[in-house]
Protein backbone atom coordinates (compact mmCIF):
# COMPACT_ATOMS: atom_id res chain seq x y z
CA UNK A 1 0.00 0.00 0.00
CA UNK A 2 1.45 3.28 -0.60
CA UNK A 3 1.14 6.37 1.65
CA UNK A 4 1.31 9.98 1.26
CA UNK A 5 1.87 12.06 3.70
CA UNK A 6 1.67 16.10 3.44
CA UNK A 7 3.72 18.80 5.66
CA UNK A 8 4.62 22.56 5.93
CA UNK A 9 0.77 23.73 6.27
CA UNK A 10 -0.25 26.48 8.31
CA UNK A 11 -0.65 30.48 8.84
CA UNK A 12 0.75 32.93 6.66
CA UNK A 13 -0.39 36.64 6.19
CA UNK A 14 -1.67 37.79 2.67
CA UNK A 15 1.65 38.02 0.48
CA UNK A 16 3.68 35.77 2.18
CA UNK A 17 4.46 32.18 1.20
CA UNK A 18 4.53 28.34 2.07
CA UNK A 19 6.66 25.66 1.32
CA UNK A 20 4.18 22.21 1.27
CA UNK A 21 6.25 18.91 0.88
CA UNK A 22 4.71 15.60 0.15
CA UNK A 23 6.19 11.89 1.02
CA UNK A 24 5.36 8.79 -0.42
CA UNK A 25 5.99 5.82 1.43
CA UNK A 26 4.97 1.82 0.83
CA UNK A 27 5.43 -0.35 -1.48
CA UNK A 28 7.23 0.38 -4.14
CA UNK A 29 5.37 1.98 -7.01
CA UNK A 30 6.14 3.98 -10.39
CA UNK A 31 4.63 7.66 -9.24
CA UNK A 32 4.30 8.58 -13.27
CA UNK A 33 2.29 11.75 -11.98
CA UNK A 34 2.47 14.03 -8.91
CA UNK A 35 0.14 16.46 -8.18
CA UNK A 36 -1.37 19.34 -5.85
CA UNK A 37 -5.32 19.85 -5.54
CA UNK A 38 -7.12 22.22 -3.07
CA UNK A 39 -10.77 22.31 -1.00
CA UNK A 40 -12.13 25.15 0.63
CA UNK A 41 -14.84 24.63 2.81
CA UNK A 42 -18.51 24.47 0.67
CA UNK A 43 -16.16 23.91 -2.88
CA UNK A 44 -15.25 20.48 -5.14
CA UNK A 45 -11.70 19.91 -5.11
CA UNK A 46 -9.46 21.70 -7.16
CA UNK A 47 -6.73 20.81 -9.46
CA UNK A 48 -3.75 23.19 -8.84
CA UNK A 49 -0.21 22.13 -10.60
CA UNK A 50 1.51 18.44 -11.29
CA UNK A 51 4.79 17.10 -12.48
CA UNK A 52 5.12 13.84 -14.77
CA UNK A 53 8.05 11.70 -13.77
CA UNK A 54 10.26 13.55 -16.96
CA UNK A 55 9.53 16.84 -14.62
CA UNK A 56 6.58 18.21 -17.40
CA UNK A 57 4.90 20.60 -15.12
CA UNK A 58 0.81 22.16 -15.64
CA UNK A 59 -0.68 24.53 -13.57
CA UNK A 60 -3.80 25.81 -12.76
CA UNK A 61 -4.75 29.40 -14.39
CA UNK A 62 -5.60 30.28 -10.42
CA UNK A 63 -1.98 29.99 -9.31
CA UNK A 64 0.32 29.58 -12.30
CA UNK A 65 2.85 32.48 -11.65
CA UNK A 66 2.55 32.29 -8.18
CA UNK A 67 2.82 28.23 -7.53
CA UNK A 68 6.07 26.29 -8.87
CA UNK A 69 5.87 22.19 -8.20
CA UNK A 70 8.52 20.28 -7.95
CA UNK A 71 9.72 16.60 -7.26
CA UNK A 72 12.73 14.58 -6.19
CA UNK A 73 12.03 11.14 -7.86
CA UNK A 74 14.84 9.49 -6.08
CA UNK A 75 13.29 10.37 -2.52
CA UNK A 76 9.35 10.04 -4.06
CA UNK A 77 8.74 13.76 -2.42
CA UNK A 78 6.76 16.23 -4.40
CA UNK A 79 6.66 20.07 -3.31
CA UNK A 80 4.36 23.15 -3.58
CA UNK A 81 6.50 26.52 -3.47
CA UNK A 82 3.29 29.05 -3.21
CA UNK A 83 4.25 32.71 -3.13
CA UNK A 84 2.37 35.76 -2.92
CA UNK A 85 -0.43 34.08 -0.85
CA UNK A 86 -3.76 35.94 -0.64
CA UNK A 87 -6.96 34.81 1.53
CA UNK A 88 -8.21 32.88 -1.39
CA UNK A 89 -5.44 30.27 -1.25
CA UNK A 90 -7.23 29.48 2.17
CA UNK A 91 -8.08 25.44 1.95
CA UNK A 92 -6.91 22.16 2.47
CA UNK A 93 -3.93 20.92 0.65
CA UNK A 94 -4.16 17.37 -0.47
CA UNK A 95 -0.77 15.78 -2.23
CA UNK A 96 -1.88 13.12 -5.07
CA UNK A 97 0.01 10.24 -7.03
CA UNK A 98 -0.75 8.44 -10.14
CA UNK A 99 0.88 5.35 -11.52
CA UNK A 100 0.29 6.61 -14.84
CA UNK A 101 0.64 10.29 -16.76
CA UNK A 102 -2.14 12.12 -16.17
CA UNK A 103 -3.78 15.24 -16.09
CA UNK A 104 -5.78 17.46 -14.13
CA UNK A 105 -9.16 14.74 -13.52
CA UNK A 106 -9.56 14.04 -9.68
CA UNK A 107 -10.35 10.71 -10.69
CA UNK A 108 -7.19 10.16 -12.45
CA UNK A 109 -5.19 9.74 -9.29
CA UNK A 110 -4.69 6.31 -7.45
CA UNK A 111 -3.54 8.12 -4.02
CA UNK A 112 -4.11 10.90 -1.80
CA UNK A 113 -2.52 12.18 1.29
CA UNK A 114 -4.41 13.35 4.44
CA UNK A 115 -4.43 17.03 3.55
CA UNK A 116 -2.91 19.82 5.54
CA UNK A 117 -4.53 23.07 6.26
CA UNK A 118 -3.00 26.40 4.50
CA UNK A 119 -4.59 29.76 5.97
CA UNK A 120 -3.73 33.00 4.75
CA UNK A 121 -4.73 35.37 6.89
CA UNK A 122 -5.62 39.43 5.42
Known amino acids: QVQLVESGGGLVQAGGSLRLSCTASGRTFSSATMAWFRQAPGTEREFLAR???????YYADSVKGRFTISRDGAKNTATLQMNNLTPEDTAIYYC????????????????WGQGTQVTVSS
Open 96 to 111: AASSRLTGTSIGAYNY
Open 51 to 57: IWSGGHT
